[in-house]
């Protein structure tokens, strides 16, 4: 069977789609064969290099670039800062693609099974299908309900995501739709395309099972889906991962963290390209974001100082300092621009000005606490003579990070959390009795709290 298969990206997404791009090889059933258009801006990315790559080593796919006159778009309007206006490409596909039909795909996806059964839907009195966006399901009806008014469609229950599209090209053709997707694009949708997508083609979207588009966002709240009234087959999907995993969430993507939920599976196909240089520069970045969320990082960037400058006095400053003084006899100051927390103290730490704190010409070991403000802040440390070897950037874990974390890597995240807890100057070496931490948890001495144990480790079975 040959399918049709589009992506779309720029320069940006280039690696992220060809990875997406051999998950669909890799899986594929030996009488299945795509043909895979890549919709791209005129001379904005290079791609024949990895087009030869892809065609050199799988046989059952052929690549070719769609040239996207990008003039149609001129008048489209960005709500969400991560998203590009590649992502209103697929509005011209009518247009650009003379099939009768096909597949539409982000980037930010992996195929894990053949799609001829998704490909064979039979969708020839409607536009499009697409799978029900489970973010609609778990808000609550005044959510839902702003959504609905923010779009004017009549009810949110047919609302899809658009990441994972079958699209009927011949009938967008016949029936003029994509010059009513055009006509919306100044309209400010909340979620860009995917509103416009919704709107005109209401009334006429067929659902697809959800295993075609599986958020990993919600692969670690099988309790909270069930919660919410999400039917256990669709559950089950969740669980199986099997069928199209979809990366939509910024922040957990496997190109930024490598343990959220089914982030290893991402890197597991991308590991067939490991030898490229392109893969080599993906995972030394992801290396060094996650070396940042390990103790053991902060630990050794202490050692060889005896002055540490905590910049930014807020609770987390307060945390880290709390944690140094254990780890050993450093000389502590705060320092903070905030006129107002200048003269504060903490533990008799004074809060000083970062000018004072540049006088010492000692070697300081600058530690930026302020989650936000981090690049801004190092760029005034620069500024003021400060050494790049002597900065370091702190990054707090926050619930979040506990939420999205993948069961295979608790055991892991147990360690650390043992690490940080136990470390002292006299003793660096990590307890791994696990019996320690759950008498601990159990005499309820502030784990649950800090760690946010119910939010994972003590969550109740899902499976």
Request: glycine residues 2%.
């Amino acid at each position: 069977m040959r399918i049709p298969v589009v992506f779309a990206t720029d320069s940006n997404y280039i690696f992220y789609t060809c990875i997406a791009i051999t998950s669909l090889a890799e899986s594929s059933r030996e009488n299945t064969f795509y043909d895979i258009y890549i919709m791209v801006k005129e001379n904005s990315v290079s791609l024949e290099d990895w087009i030869e790559r892809l065609h050199l080593k799988y046989q059952n796919i052929h690549v070719q670039i769609l040239i996207v006159n990008t003039q149609k778009l001129a008048n489209a309007e960005i709500c969400n800062s991560h998203v590009t206006k590649a992502t209103f490409y697929r509005l011209l596909l009518g247009s650009m693609l003379q099939e009768e039909k096909c597949i539409y795909l982000d980037a930010d996806i992996i195929v894990t099974e053949d799609l001829s059964e998704l490909f064979q839907t039979d969708i020839r009195e409607y536009y499009l299908a697409g799978c029900r966006d489970i973010w609609i399901d778990m808000m609550t009806e005044k959510e839902r309900e702003d959504r609905r008014q923010k779009t004017q469609i009549p009810s949110m229950e047919h609302y899809i995501n658009a990441g994972v599209l079958l699209i009927n090209l011949d009938l967008i053709r016949r029936e003029g739709i994509e010059k009513i997707f055009l006509s919306h694009l100044e309209k400010k949708y909340a979620y860009e395309d995917q509103d416009i997508l919704n709107v005109c083609c209401y009334k006429k979207i067929k659902h697809l099972p959800q295993k075609w588009n599986l958020f990993t966002l919600f692969m670690g709240q099988i309790t909270e889906l069930r919660k919410k009234g999400i039917c256990e087959q669709t559950v089950q999907m969740f669980i199986k991962k099997s069928g199209i995993i979809h990366y939509a969430t910024p922040f957990i993507r496997p190109w930024e963290r490598f343990f959220c939920w089914a982030n290893r599976e991402w890197w597991q196909i991308a590991s067939i390209w490991m030898e490229t240089d392109e893969y080599k520069s993906v995972i030394e970045k992801v290396e060094k974001l996650e070396e940042q969320n390990e103790w053991k990082y902060y630990i050794e960037r202490c050692r060889g100082y005896k002055t540490i400058m905590i910049f930014g006095y807020t609770k987390y400053s307060k945390e880290v300092c709390d944690w140094i003084c254990k780890l050993g006899d450093y000389s502590l100051y705060f320092c903070d621009n905030n006129t107002e927390k200048q003269g504060e103290s903490y533990h008799n730490i004074k809060v000083i000005s970062l000018q004072n704190a540049v006088k010492n010409r000692d070697r300081v070991l600058f530690l930026i606490v302020s989650q936000n403000r981090k690049e801004e802040m190092k760029k005034l440390l620069l500024a003021e003579g400060i050494q790049e070897r002597d900065i370091v950037c702190y990054q707090t874990k926050t619930r979040e990070y506990y939420l999205y974390l993948d069961k295979r890597y608790y055991q892991k995240e147990i360690e650390d959390i043992f690490y940080k807890e136990y470390i002292d100057k006299d003793r660096e070496e990590t307890p791994s009795q696990f019996e320690k931490m759950q008498a601990e948890i159990s005499e309820d001495m502030g784990w649950t709290e800090r760690y946010y144990l119910k939010d994972w480790l003590l969550k109740e079975s899902e499976v």
